[in-house]
C-alpha cells in the first residue's frame, strides 16, 4: 500500500502530465484524464430521473428539494475517488474545472437551466480555503456554470463555522458538527431563488442540508443538489 502510494508519487514527479483518474502518462492529445478513464466513468444519469434516484432519497422530505443527481458513483477505490483526491488535495482545481465541462455537457441535454437561476457552490471556511487556495466545489460548478450558462452564485452563503473533518464520522455526528455552520452574508438575499447547491462528494447529505438552511430561510422556492459523485 506505502509502496504504491509511493510509486504513485514518483510517477506523478517524473510525469507530471498523468491522468487524474489511473495515473497512467496522458497522451498529447489528452486533457487531465486519459481515454480509457472518460470510457469508464461511473456515471449515474440521475439526472434523467432528478427526483427519483438513490441520491433524491437522501434529502427527500429534509428540504424543499426538486432535483438530486451525481456525475459519478464514488466509490473507495478506483478512479472516482482518485479524482475527488487530485481535485480536493493536490491543488488540481483545473481538473475540477474540466469534470465541470463534462457533467455540463450532459446537464444540457436537460431542461435544467430552465429550472434554475444559480449554482451555488458549499462554501469552504475562510481559513481552509486560504490554506487549500481555492474551493474545491467552486472549481467544479464553474466548469458545469461554463457549459449550461446556469450563473454562478459566490455571494449569497458562507460557511461560519470551522467544521471538523468528516470523513470518520457517523450521520449524527455529522449533524451535530454541520449544524449553524453556514450563513448569508449580510446583504444577501434568496428571495424566490431556484438554487442549485454544487459539492463534490456527497456521503449523508448532512453538509447539503446544512448550507441549504440560511438559504431556505432566505426564502429560496426551490433547492436542486448537483454532486461531482454520490456515495
Ligand atoms: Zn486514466
Request: proline share 4%; glycine share 6%; hydrophobic share 40%.
Amino acid at each position: 500500500m506505502l509502496l504504491a502510494q509511493l510509486w504513485s508519487d514518483f510517477i506523478q514527479l517524473a510525469f507530471p502530465n498523468t491522468c487524474g483518474g489511473c495515473k497512467s502518462a496522458l497522451l498529447a492529445d489528452e486533457d487531465m484524464v486519459c481515454t480509457s478513464c472518460r470510457l469508464n466513468f461511473p456515471l449515474t444519469h440521475f439526472h434523467q430521473m432528478p427526483a427519483n434516484n438513490p441520491m433524491f432519497d437522501k434529502f427527500k422530505g429534509r428540504l424543499p428539494i426538486v432535483h438530486a443527481s451525481a456525475f459519478m458513483h464514488f466509490s473507495d477505490d478506483g478512479i472516482v475517488q482518485s479524482l475527488a483526491h487530485e481535485v480536493k488535495y493536490k491543488g488540481a482545481c483545473e481538473l475540477g474545472v474540466q469534470l465541470g465541462r463534462w457533467y455540463g455537457y450532459h446537464l444540457s441535454a436537460t431542461d435544467i437551466g430552465h429550472r434554475f437561476d444559480c449554482l451555488v457552490p458549499v462554501p469552504l471556511h475562510r481559513e481552509r480555503q486560504k490554506r487549500r487556495g481555492y474551493n474545491q466545489s467552486a472549481c467544479f460548478a464553474r466548469g458545469i456554470s461554463e457549459i449550461t450558462g446556469i450563473p454562478l452564485r459566490e455571494d449569497l452563503v458562507f460557511r461560519s463555522k470551522a467544521t471538523l473533518s468528516q470523513v470518520r464520522m457517523e450521520r449524527e455526528q455529522r449533524v451535530a458538527n454541520t449544524a449553524d455552520a453556514f450563513r448569508l452574508f449580510a446583504d444577501a438575499s434568496t428571495q424566490n431563488l431556484k438554487i442549485l447547491i454544487v459539492d463534490d462528494v456527497v456521503t449523508t447529505g448532512a453538509t447539503i442540508e446544512a448550507c441549504a438552511a440560511p438559504l431556505i430561510k432566505g426564502g429560496c422556492e426551490t433547492i436542486g443538489v448537483l454532486a461531482l459523485a454520490n456515495v
